[in-house]
């Protein structure tokens, strides 16, 4: 990536590392192990793990409905949205990018001058995110684009409606009060013990965390929220892979933006996407059944992540037509 003007900062970040509001993160093994993924309700994450709490008010869902048609044409099923939001649904919770902590300190450690080199890419991410494209894409479909607001911690973190959670859940989006949480830690880990190397890697983790921001700002969350309410585990868990690939579709268009621009260098490209494949649910489980996915395989995360790339927003349909009447 081109370097990061040193010590650039977002009016839009929170650090509130150190401020002794944390609590020791659980110990385990990002491969192999248990991490509930898809079990909670609401905007997510890269990963597994749940939080619990936070609801959307109808009024915002229902304004989110209209937007939904003009971002994505095709995506999901407009007479489904109306119906859905207007019965004001609501979004619960949380997932998260992945428990991926492992006793590790990862690469960078607390103060360090690698952290600090990631807090000020994520600093910068974040407003060409929210000033740049996003705005844009919003304003094409007659909408406003609203900031999120990220926080970065260390070890644990109490939300704005989502519950508290400690640093094994990984990167996650609380919809309760439009925040990303990320721990740095966790992304050094992630680039440790997943092989997801790179800066790029990092900015394609806050790119899909902010995804799910505009799927709340357009209701798809909360629509989805509702009708997953209705069905049982696997049409749920099916549903929830669609609101990450997507997330993963809307990171690729972005960087497509981003290149374009001029801010990525030769390689940079493959760190986001080996960064995609490394946190898909076959990957960090083991797992082949994919009735237990919540979040994708390795495959389709890269596919959808590539396919934002190359076709822009108005591709990210990665319902395809799992909402219907019913």
């Not at 609401?42 to 619990?52: A, M």
């Not at 407003?127 to 094409?140: G, H, I, Y």
């Not at 990171?251 to 030769?266: K, N, Y």
Request: with cysteine.
């Amino acid at each position: 990536m081109v370097k990061v003007p040193k010590g650039y900062r977002s009016k839009n970040v929170r650090d509130t590392r150190g401020t002794g509001r944390s609590r020791a993160p659980s110990r385990r093994s990002p491969r192999g192990s248990s991490r509930g993924f898809g079990s909670s309700r609401g905007s997510g994450g890269l990963g597994s793990g749940s939080l619990s709490g936070g609801s959307l008010g109808g009024g915002q869902a229902q304004r989110g409905g209209c937007g939904l048609g003009a971002l994505i044409a095709v995506g999901l099923v407009v007479f489904v949205l109306f119906s859905l939001l207007s019965s004001g649904s609501t979004g619960d919770s949380t997932t998260s990018f992945g428990g991926t902590d492992a006793g590790s300190t990862g690469a960078g450690g607390s103060g360090s001058a690698e952290e600090e080199e990631a807090f000020t890419l994520i600093n910068f991410v974040l407003d060409d995110l929210q000033d740049d494209f996003w705005p844009d894409e919003f304003t094409e479909a007659g909408l406003v684009y609203e900031d999120a607001t990220v926080n970065v911690f260390e070890n644990g973190v109490s939300t704005g409606g989502c519950g508290n959670a400690t640093s094994a859940v990984g990167p996650f989006y609380c919809p309760a009060d439009n925040t990303a949480y990320i721990d740095i830690e966790y992304m050094f880990l992630l680039q440790q013990q997943l092989g997801a190397e790179g800066d790029f890697s990092q900015a394609y983790i806050l790119a899909h965390e902010i995804g799910h921001h505009v799927q709340n700002l357009l209701g798809i969350n909360a629509a989805l929220r509702q009708a997953q309410s209705a069905v049982g585990t696997v049409e749920s868990n099916a549903l929830q892979v669609g609101l990450e690939l997507q997330a993963d579709c809307f990171a690729g268009a972005w960087a497509r933006s981003f290149s374009d621009r001029g801010f990525l260098d030769s390689g940079d490209l493959d760190e986001g996407v080996n960064a995609a494949g490394a946190v898909g649910d076959d990957a960090i489980t083991g797992s082949t059944n994919q009735e237990n996915f919540t979040h994708g395989s390795s495959a389709q995360r890269i596919e959808w992540f590539n396919t934002g790339f190359n076709r822009g927003t108005d591709s990210c349909t990665t319902f395809d037509g799992q909402l219907s009447p019913g």
